[in-house]
Structure formats: C-alpha cells, structure tokens
C-alpha cells in the first residue's frame, strides 16, 4: 500500500506517469467511440435499407 | 472450334456482368456482338484475351486453356482494343514496325508500304500520330490487320470513327479474310450486317437482386 | 477453409456475441494490472516513478507489432485466396494499429522527459516507431483512396506485402544509424532488469490491452461488414 | 526467333531515347533544387562541414521520383501496357526492362552533372569517384521503388500526391547508407562496405518490386 502513497506524493514524477496513462486511455477511447458510432450508424442506415428492400 | 468460352461468371464492382455466358467460334466464322455501351462487351474481349480472370468459367483457344498459353498466345490472334496502343511522339511507320517486332512477325519495309496503301495512309507516312484524326488512327489500327498472320481477329468496336467509304473496305477485308479460313469476333454498338455473319445481342443483366440475401463471402464482395 | 463455412450472417452473430464479452474481460485486466503496477510493484531505484509508464508503454509497443503482423497476414490470405473476410480484417485493424503506435510515441517521449531532459530522442527505437506510425497512416490512406473498396483492399495488401520485408531492413538500418549517431545514449528506456513483482503487471496489461484490441477489431469487422451490404444494395439499383 | 527481353529492351529503348525530354527535366530539377540548397545554407558552410553528399542524395531521389511518372503514364493512358500484357509477355519483364532504360537514361545526365556539381561544392576528385560508385549501386533500387510508387498513383484520379507519402518510408535505408559512407570513414571501417549494403538492398527490393508491380498490373486492367 505504500508503494502507492509514495507514489502520490512524488510531486516530480506522478505528473509524468498520470499524463501518460490518461493519454493512452483517451486515444484508446477515441478509437473505441469512433468504431462504436460508426457500427451504429450503419446498422441504422441497414435495417432502413433492408425494410424498404422488403417492401419492394 | 476456334475459341470457345464456356458459363463464364463476371463481377465487375458489385454488378453482374455475365451471367452463365456461352460462346462457340468455328473456323471462318464472322460473329457480331450488338450491345449498348456498358453491357460488357470489351469485359468479355479483355477476358478472352486473359488480362482479366472470369470468377468462374472456361476460356478455350484451339482448345487449349487460356492460361496454359502465354508466349504462343501472340501467334494465335490479333486483338485490337477500344484504345489504340499508338505512340503519340512516333510517326505511323515507326509505331507500326514497333507492333510488328513486339507481335512476333518479320515484316520487310514494302509490305509495310503496300498494306499503308489500303486504307491511302502511304503518304502520311512520315506524319506523328499525335496530329493525326481519330479515324486516320483508327486506319492506322485497322492497317495492324493486313500485317497481321494470325488466324482469330477479335476487334472492339472496329467501325467507329471511320468514313463510310473505309467501312465498306474494312467489311471487305473481315470477308475475304473469312475466305481464306480465318474467323473474326468483332462487336459493335449499331447494327449492321456482314454477308453470312451471326449476330449475338448482350442486354446488360436486368436481373438485379430483389431481396438480396447475403450467402455467401463473394455477395459482398 | 475454416471461413468457407461461415457466411457473413453466422460472422455477425459471432461477432455480436463476442465483442462485449472480450470488452468487460480486458476491463477486469485492466483494474488488475493497475492494481499490481501502482500497489505491489516497487519504483525502479535508477527511474523513481517513472517506470510506472513502462507496464503501459511496452505493451503498446508490442502490439504495434502484432497489429502490423496480423496485417501482413491478412493481405497474404487475402491476395493468395483474394476472400473478403482477409481484407475486412486488415482494413479494419490498420487504425487501431496507428493508434497503438501513437500511443507508445507519446508514452516514450513522456518517459523520456525525466530520464534525458528532453521531449524527443532520436533512439532506435523511437525512430522505427515513428516510421511505423507513418506506414500505418499510408496504409490507411491506401485503403480509403479509391471509391471502389475492392481495389482500396488490394491496393492497401500490396503495399503491406512491400512493407514485411522492407519493415525489418528499415529497423535494422535505422539501429546502425542511431547508434552512430549517438554513441552515448545509453538507451535508459530499455526496462530495467526486472523482477518479477514488476512482470506481473506488465503481463495483466498486455492481456486487458489485448482483449481491447480483439472487441475493437469485432466491432469495426461488424462495421464493414454492414457498409459492404449497404453498397451491394445500392449498387444493385443501379441498372 | 528474338527473345522476350531483346523485343521489349529494343523497343523500351527506341521510345525511350524518342522523348529525350525527360532527361532535360531530370537534369534542370536536379540543377535547379542544388542552387536553391547553395542559397539557402551558403556554400561556404556546405564545404567546410562538407555535408554535400546528403544534399545530392536528397535531391537525387525527388528528381527519380518526379522523373519516373512519365516512364509509365504515357505507356499505361495509350494502352500499349495492356497491348504488352495481352500479347503474353509476363509482367515482371515488362517492368524489368522499363527500370533498365529509365536507369540507363538516368545514369547519362548524372555522368555529365558530376563534375558540375563537383565545381559546385568544390569536391576534391577522390570523392567524386566514391560518390559515383554510391550512385551506381543506389540507383537501381531508387528507379524500381519509384515505378512502383508510380505504377500505384497510375489508377488515382483524384490526389497523385500520395504515391510519394507511401513510398517514401522505402527510402530511408538507401539514404541513410548512401550519405553517410563518407562522413563516417574515419570512425569505423564501414567506409568501403557501404557498397556491399547497398548491393544487398538491391538484391532485397529487385523480386520485390517486380513482383508487386506484377500483381498491380493485374489490377490496373479491372
């Protein structure tokens, strides 16, 4: 456990550690949001495609 | 049975092109393709010559597969396609002894000559190709046939482009060369008629699929 | 061939299935690796804190690797076999492989902050991830140049084949070139020697960054998938 | 009965010297691009750090890349590469003997820039003669990456510029090999195995790139 405190309150390297995590997890993010909204909107734009496939 | 293309299957960016298509060429046989523009017919010239692969179906030459055959292929017709393979910055006379040495035959200057007289090009000889008409080049590219020593000729859209006196002439030259054995498959927009010729009409394919059901991987492709 | 069989709808299902499933497993990985890398492992004597960032770093650098090896593979199968499902997959891994790279540029330089003072080292190993990262974004360009997905996916598996084996001889050269150019670096950014309190994070990350990476792929695998449908039928109408 | 590659070299060779044109834009680029780098740094600095050979190999290999589109559009727009393709001659020797010519076309105005841009930069004449041999080794893998890169902008419509962003990282070992040999003779004896590199580069990137650029021909004519 007090690995972490001292990890805490190392005022000169946390900064450098915390950055670089919350980079990595936002560019994970990104990309994870980006192919989230991406399959979505395709699968929308499918069922409307295919329903009026039906219809003719 | 000069060229055979047996239930060849074509997809060209998502459309059929040819569905089941079946074709037999005799010997001194003429055969007329009549189809609008984008129903595939210079699809079905590239690939009988081999540049592009059918998804399924066979091509034969004299019996023999297409793929089998690739040095000899030069010797066993003269395909002439939509665009002409002339050099713009060369003049007549070189982009024809250019075609002769690449197509395999030994041709002398006076046969070059007598076969430029046909179509009157002898004295645009020495002129580039690069300011010359669409139908002189298209001359050109027909001046190619005389030179030629193979037995199939497989022209895309030979007429257009040329004045009514060299069609009657090219008509001529695809008839007697019927006579001495050799047989032609030659497609066009228009119709028009050569003396004992068969004629095949390409629709393009208005089966398009209703529901379309995703079986297989090539549905998608 | 294990795909002839399974068509398009039976892979969306799959893919249905799997994706959350791999998303709430590399999440678990993902508190465990953090837990083990901030809680149990010691700070490096020589680095301090700073090591913390390698559990993150190395294994993206990994994966930047594997991403681009799965391409490789992918455009093999898929000029070899010339089957859709190939070229799916390597279109749909090059972004996330370009993101990993990009992830381990930031994490290096960032590393390299504390240890050489400055944000950007030309190190041999920096440099052959920077031209990884300009391969992937040329791969993704490739991909999307053409209208036609067919000749984008053929074009994109060329220029990766060009890629297996030009890869390695650019990193080889860029290695004798950096250490010409600086004899002195001893390259600090290679882990320390580590025990194992400090493998045991590294190895839960890899896993959880693993995970991530396959319901990532099934997503966009499913996104294609539907986009190639939606041309087909719109295709179709045209006569 | 002529062989394959006699019939293709000839004819490659007659068209080639027919558009003399190319090697004038070659020749002007490369002459052009070395006054502008002389403005730029001042050509005294160039000669005392003599950092000459990296300039040239720089310049060499944009002049390559820009020369080496019109080795192959004005063949593959008038469909004489399909002509070739269909009368059976397999692609990789169409591609072979289209990088002989361009490298030979090549190596003629570089034989007559030498010594002018050895005024230039005020090399002394060992040098030059290093410098030449680099190029001779080098080049040939220059002008088959270049056909590649432009064989693939052959179907672009829209944006050609990205045939220089993807085949740009290929580039990079030939360069750093090249300009680097002299530079670093004093420090370690890789100064004359430099050119065993670069042959070996050759001999990696020759099967590759005519086997890409076959498998781009096919796809050219979908």
């Known amino acids: 456990m007090n690995y972490f405190l001292n990890f805490i309150n190392s005022d000169a390297h946390f900064s450098y550690v915390f950055s670089s995590y919350c980079i990595v997890f936002l560019i994970l993010l990104l990309i994870f949001m980006f192919s989230l909204i991406k399959t979505k909107k395709l699968e929308k734009e499918y069922t409307v495609l295919s329903k009026n496939e039906e219809k003719k | 049975m000069v060229l055979e293309i047996i239930s060849v299957y074509f997809y060209r960016n998502k459309k059929l092109i040819f569905d089941n298509f079946n074709l037999k060429l005799k010997k001194s046989q003429i055969m007329i393709l009549i189809g609008s523009n984008g129903a595939g017919k210079s699809t079905l010239f590239d690939i009988i010559v081999g540049i592009l692969e059918p998804n399924n179906g066979i091509i034969k030459l004299d019996n023999i597969m297409i793929e089998e055959l690739s040095a000899k292929k030069r010797k066993m017709f003269t395909y002439l396609p939509h665009k002409d393979s002339l050099k713009d910055n060369l003049t007549i006379e070189e982009n024809l002894i250019s075609w002769i040495n690449i197509s395999g035959n030994i041709l002398n200057k006076d046969q070059i000559n007598r076969s430029l007289e046909y179509y009157q090009l002898s004295e645009l000889k020495k002129k580039f190709v690069a300011n010359l008409s669409q139908g002189q080049r298209k001359k050109v590219l027909l001046t190619k046939l005389i030179l030629a020593k193979t037995k199939l000729w497989l022209l895309d859209e030979p007429f257009n482009g040329l004045d009514a006196d060299s069609i009657k002439k090219t008509k001529k030259l695809i008839e007697n060369h019927a006579k001495n054995g050799g047989s032609t498959l030659l497609s066009n927009h228009l119709d028009l008629s050569i003396k004992n010729s068969k004629k095949i009409f390409l629709q393009p394919i208005k089966k398009s699929r209703d529901i379309v059901k995703f079986e297989t991987w090539d549905d998608i492709r | 061939m294990i795909f002839k069989f399974a068509n398009p709808l039976k892979f969306q299902r799959f893919t249905k299935q799997i994706q959350p499933f791999a998303l709430s497993l590399s999440i678990i990985f993902l508190f465990f690796g953090l837990f083990f890398g901030f809680f149990r492992s010691p700070p490096d004597y020589l680095q301090g804190e700073t090591v913390r960032i390698m559990y993150i770093h190395v294994p993206c650098a990994w994966f930047s690797l594997m991403i681009y090896s799965v391409i490789a593979m992918c455009s093999i199968f898929s000029i070899a076999f010339k089957h859709t499902l190939a070229d799916i997959i390597s279109r749909s891994c090059a972004p996330i492989g370009a993101c990993f790279t990009l992830a381990t540029l930031v994490t290096g330089s960032i590393w390299g902050k504390p240890t050489w003072g400055t944000w950007w080292v030309w190190d041999a190993r920096l440099t052959s991830e920077l031209i990884l990262l300009i391969f992937y974004i040329s791969l993704i360009i490739i991909n999307n140049a053409y209208e036609n997905k067919e000749k984008g996916d053929r074009y994109a598996a ?52 693993f995970f991530f990476f396959i319901s990532v792929l099934l997503l966009r695998i499913r996104g294609e998938i539907i986009q190639r449908k939606i041309d087909v039928i719109k295709f179709s109408h045209v006569r | 009965m002529k062989s394959d590659f006699y019939i293709l070299m000839s004819r490659e060779i007659s068209i080639g010297i027919k558009n003399f044109f190319v090697l004038y834009t070659f020749a002007s680029f490369f002459i052009i691009s070395i006054l502008i780098f002389v403005f730029a740094i001042g050509s005294d600095l160039i000669a005392k750090n003599n950092i000459y050979e990296p300039i040239i190999w720089v310049l060499l290999i944009f002049s390559v890349m820009l020369v080496s589109e019109n080795f192959v559009s004005n063949d593959c727009n008038d469909g004489s590469l399909k002509e070739l393709q269909f009368l059976g001659y397999n692609e990789e020797l169409i591609i072979l003997c289209k990088s002989i010519t361009m490298w030979i076309m ?85 100064y004359n195995n430099n050119f065993l590199i670069l042959i070996g580069i050759f001999f990696i990137t020759l099967p590759l790139c005519l086997y890409t650029s076959r498998l781009i021909m096919k796809e050219i004519n979908k």
Do not use: C
């Open chain 3, 158 to 209: 060329i220029l990766a084949i060009i890629g297996i084996i030009n890869l390695p001889i650019i990193k080889w050269s860029v290695d004798w070139w950096s250490t010409l150019h600086q004899p002195a670096s001893i390259s600090k950014l290679s882990s320390p020697s580590i025990d194992n309190s400090m493998l045991v994070p590294l190895f839960i990350m890899t896993f959880s960054l």
């Open chain 4, 106 to 190: 090549i190596l003629l105005p570089m034989i007559a820039l030498m010594p002018i841009v050895s005024i230039f930069f005020k090399i002394d004449y060992v040098d030059i003669f290093y410098l030449f041999i680099n190029f001779l080794f080098a080049t040939p893998s220059l002008v088959l990456l270049s056909l590649v890169s432009s064989l693939f902008s052959m179907q672009l419509k829209r944006n050609k510029i990205i045939q220089f962003i993807i085949i740009l990282p290929f580039y990079i070992p030939i360069i750093i090999f090249t300009s680097s040999s002299k530079k670093f003779a004093l420090e370690n004896n890789l």
